[in-house]
């Protein structure tokens, strides 16, 4: 999840701090201190995020477009200069421009917003940008919500009591809300001081920077992972299940599948699984400080050295071309695969399936899969050239079964055509003769059309009277026969029961008779010859 | 979407009055002449549907699209009114397909227009639709059942789709009027029943039909609030085509669809096979599927289209070669059920067909400029179609650290074949519910039980195993023979470490049964060796560390040899040093030695535990023993030796070609 850190060096923010007794420091250098600390921590426990850096004042300006790069951002921290007023909604356009040029319209985004609660004056404050909401056209829309999914953090180098003390504070809340109410504002605790802003970074990095440590397990064998980016908590129906569904610390593998049989599932998320390795970080603190520094490099050549159970699961899934399927939570699945990037760089991923107990409806319950050596016989067949995947569905959708639809007169016209094409060949046609002169009749009557029946009745009629003289007199009985069923049913089924004494029930059920009938009729002339 | 939002429950009610058998006065042409049977035939006359063939038609429509995007928990109830009302389904699951409706409505018929006008009414039929929204549907009881003391979660909320002919919009008041009173008395009866639940919300739509050609006497009215329980809209259509458009609008309005047409479609031509033009299909589905386009105002861009006829608009992607194939995973952060609009068109079933038939088709954004981007795919998976998003974004997760990079990255023995297999004996399989014995635990749970037994003691690496490595011996990974050759270890140092493992590996799963116990009963008993045995060892570790060197050729090659004896070993042989010899060169001078390799244990092997090696081979001996008659020179042969060819000498010395030749 890309952050961008939109900096306010509007001119409020060299406002000093008054400190006793030592130097004076302004409020910009209170809150680059605070940044500072915020890179470093990603440049060792977060280093994968992209990062970019934006000031603004009533103009805004991409100082480092996304990046790894900690150094060359804390660089451009200290070349920042000072600007004229604070202007927050232009400035949110111009993260909203810089974030979907980069990565479009669905990646989620972080949004760390520093400044001094001084939200500028008249036009283009944001007090001014919020009471005229409402009064806009559709090319002056307020950039929030970001078409993006967003995590607003607010920063601000000033205490609460300061910012409650005007409406920055409410002004504040109401972006929070606009910004889909995702993410939270932070203030400093006590007087300004470095102390205090370090404290509220730290807030921030507890909150949204610390890295998601987990642990993956396949049976016995297991390894310590990290997933990045972190995975966010997913509320599917806020009616149902309000509360959110976080993924577990144990994420456990459940079994494996084809790439083929999963068959490029939908995901929501995308996640590096990389192993790591725990004790280094629990020994951090120790009284050989020095000695530490000397054993490190050997420490982190000892943990490519030993074997790690995320190497040998990437290696085999990678050459099997297979996927690892592991629970992320009680009713929450996701599954593990290889993937190589464009340099052969290859990886561990995890994607996760939208969370419930049916993700992909091609596999069925997930709960409801079991081992294979359960089965009465390898349902992948002895040398794999069999798989029992995908699961059907009971009822077949609309375009696998043959349907009628006459919405529109080409697709009755079709259906008419294909009667008589086939009548002008009977009796060799006879058998899809019925078929379609049997699926046209059993629309009618669900449609209540008895009219068409009625119609293609006469059509039948007319075609026996065309047929030549050489014409077989099979096809001149089949016409006649069926001509006068259609009439029979365009009427009612009563009269059908005074004819056929015998008969009685559905119209489908009489014509089924009929039909069976039929067929003993022709083969009656058949012998007869 | 809410899971129990008003789309969660839709009733239909039809009106099946004397008025709806009128004409909708739309004619079709069902006779359409070819030209070369022109020639004095007089075309039928054109037919034209009622207003209730229309009405039915149009909402039969209006479910196959439903169904086809949401195949469960979307569910329609059907009822059908004239003097009394006829429910012809059910909220269960299994009455959810146009099939079962269509079978009911060819039961109901078309309305009796000899019918008396005064009992008939549409009212029955609305009465009835609220009765039926209070019933409780399948999903609604197992989330209630589920959540226990949050059931008040699950809602009750529906829409009424009337399909009526309306005499007035006085008439229509008094329609909503009564369904207000309606779910005021239904509320107060469902709060006294388990079954039954009262109504939180109810959309009525009521589409009013009259036939082509006459003037409405109903007005159309946008969603308006009756009551905070009741909203009411009110559509005034004419019958035909007007009002299949106005259902086709309802649908995806309803269950909040969007339509993309897939343009470029390259399809045969029925009359002339070698000429392929290019086709256009048009998909409804989820609006989901659209959600970047919507997102990023990008929707001109994606070539949009508003259409004239007051559809929807529809977005156009293009067909795109190649295709992909299954084994490759694409990031999709989407899959949308389709259903086509025009279902039995040539070009539409042409598409579905192949899909249908297990080929996937890429779909790119149509663009004027610049280089092209793929953001859809077209798949089908076990008898449905589904539209996936692919992501076509700049990826946040690019140019990661690779994996040799990281822990465990330096290691370059894991046995990465035999994990390989370990997966595959752990793949998964569906079991359906009915024959699951809901006793056991589900069938997942015995998945990860699975797991857990088959890692109970499983080495990462090659050099961490002697065992698993034995087993891939036979196999052809050479890697592995040397490194298993290679080992450090001395010769009984090897063994020990073998023994201990296998134990360890055993020792693992002896608390399953009593069997499990006695095998490892067993490999302890083999290990254990009789003391003045243990006294011997020691005393010859020494020399025997000093002739290692120079034995290990030869003991090696009788290892080899005895390998060889299995079938499976052939492969081995490439590995003996001293076989490097032309074909033509003479017979090897060891042959002797290799014939008594076999039955002639080394002295101090004889008495000493059993080694793998002899009770392997052995095993091996008595399992091909018993697969051939034992050959007779060697059952009766005298230190290993029996003259051949015996029965020669008696036949009076006479050659045998020339004894054959003459017996002719």
Known sequence: ???????????????????????????????????????????????????????????????????????????ALSRLEDYDKTCVESALNGVNNVVQQEWGSACPCQLVLVTDGSLGIGKGSLRHSLQTLKQRGEDKKFPLPFPFPT???????????????????????????????????????????????????????????????????????????????????????DEVEPMPQTVSTDLEIVGFLEIADISSPPVISRHLVLPIAVNKDVDEVGAGATDELEEEPSASQMAGKSPNFCVLLHGSLKVEGMVALVQLGPEWFGMLYAQADSKKKSNLMMSLFEPGPEPLPWLGKISHLGPISEAAENPYGEDDSKSPFPVTPQAKRSYAQNVTVWIKASGLQTDVQKILRNARKLPDKTQTFYKELNRLRKAALAFGFWELLKGVAELLERECTLLPDSAHPDAAFQLTHAAQQLKLASTATSQLELKHGRLSGTASEVFHVLFEELKGTRHFFVKMR | MKMFSVAHKTVFVVDHCPYMAESSRQQVECDVLTKSRAQGVIPLAPVSKSLWTCAVECSMEYCRIL??????????????????????????????????????????????????????????????????????TELQHERRTAMMDTAERVSNRGRIICLTNAKSDTHVRMLEDCIQETIMEQNKLAAGSDRLMAIQQCDLVLVHIYPQGEDTLVSDRPKKDISPLLTSEVHSVRAGRHLATKLNILVQQHFDLASTTITNIPMKEEQHANTSANYDVELLHHRDAHLEFFKSG???????????????????????????????????????????????????????NFLLNGRSVLLEQPRKLGSKVISHMLSSHGGEIFLHVLNSNRSTLEDPPSISEGCGGRVTDYRITDFGEFMKENRLTPVSESSHDPSLKLPIERG????????????????????????????????TQERTTRSPFPRDEQYRIMWNE????????????????????????????????????????????REDRTEKNGSKETEDKSW???????????????ITDSPDSPEPLNKKPRLNSDDLQPPDRAK???????????????????KHQEFVGRASSVNNKFELYQHLKEENGMDVHENGKASR
């Open chain 1, 151 to 237: 995590k607003l953090f607010i920063m601000c180098v000033a205490n609460a009591e300061e910012l409650q003390a005007t409406d920055a504070m409410d002004n504040l809340e109401e972006l929070l809300r606009l910004s889909g109410g995702d993410g939270q504002i932070f203030t400093v605790d006590g007087p300004l001081c470095m102390k205090s802003v370090q404290g509220m970074f730290g807030r921030l990095i507890d909150f949204a920077y610390s890295p998601f440590h987990a642990v993956l397990h396949c049976g016995n064998l297991s390894s310590d992972v990290q997933v990045f980016p972190r995975p966010e908590p997913v509320v599917v129906d």
């Open chain 2, 448 to 479: 990860k039980a699975q797991l857990e037994r088959h890692t109970r003691y499983w080495p990462m690496i090659i050099s961490q195993t002697t065992i698993f490595n034995m087993q891939a011996v036979s196999s052809d990974d050479e890697e």
């Open chain 2, 502 to 545: 296998l134990e360890t590996l055993v020792k693992t799963h002896a608390g399953a049964t009593d069997r499990h116990q006695r095998v490892l009963d067993c490999i302890v008993a083999c290990r254990s060796k009789p003391p003045e045995e243990e006294e011997r060892k020691k005393r010859g570790r020494k020399r025997e560390d």
């Open chain 1, 1 to 75: 999840m890309p952050t961008v850190v939109l900096m306010d060096v509007s001119l409020s923010m060299t406002r000093p701090v008054c400190l006793d007794g030592s130097e004076e420091f302004q409020r910009k250098n209170l809150a680059v201190h605070g940044l500072n600390m915020l890179f470093e921590h990603m440049a060792s426990n977060y280093r994968l995020e992209f990062t970019a850096l934006m000031a603004f004042s009533s103009l805004w300006e991409l100082l480092v477009p996304f990046t790894r790069d900690y150094n060359a951002l804390q660089e």
């Open chain 2, 67 to 136: 169904y086809d995007v949401y195949p469960r928990d979307k569910l329609v109830n059907y009822i059908v009114s004239d003097s009394e009302f006829h429910i012809l389904n059910s909220w269960r699951r299994e009455d959810q397909t146009t099939l079962e409706l269509m079978s009911a409505l060819a039961a109901v018929g078309p309305p009796n227009p000899r019918e008396d006008p005064e009992c008939c009414s549409i009212l029955h039929g609305l009465v009835a639709a609220v009765e039926s929204l209070c019933k409780i």
């Open chain 2, 298 to 352: 990008d929707l001109h861009m994606a070539g949009t289209s508003t259409r004239e006829n007051g559809l929807k608009e529809t977005i156009t992607l293009k067909w795109c070669t190649p295709r992909t194939n299954g084994i490759e995973l694409h990031y999709c952060t989407g899959a949308y059920r389709i259903s086509p609009t025009d279902v039995n068109s040539r070009p539409s079933s042409c598409l579905t």
């Open chain 2, 564 to 578: 060889q004896d299995s079938e499976k070993s052939v492969v081995r042989s490439e590995n003996i040093p001293n």
């Open chain 2, 608 to 626: 000493g535990p059993v080694s793998l090696l002899s009770m392997w081979t052995n095993r091996i001996t008595v399992a091909n023993s018993r």
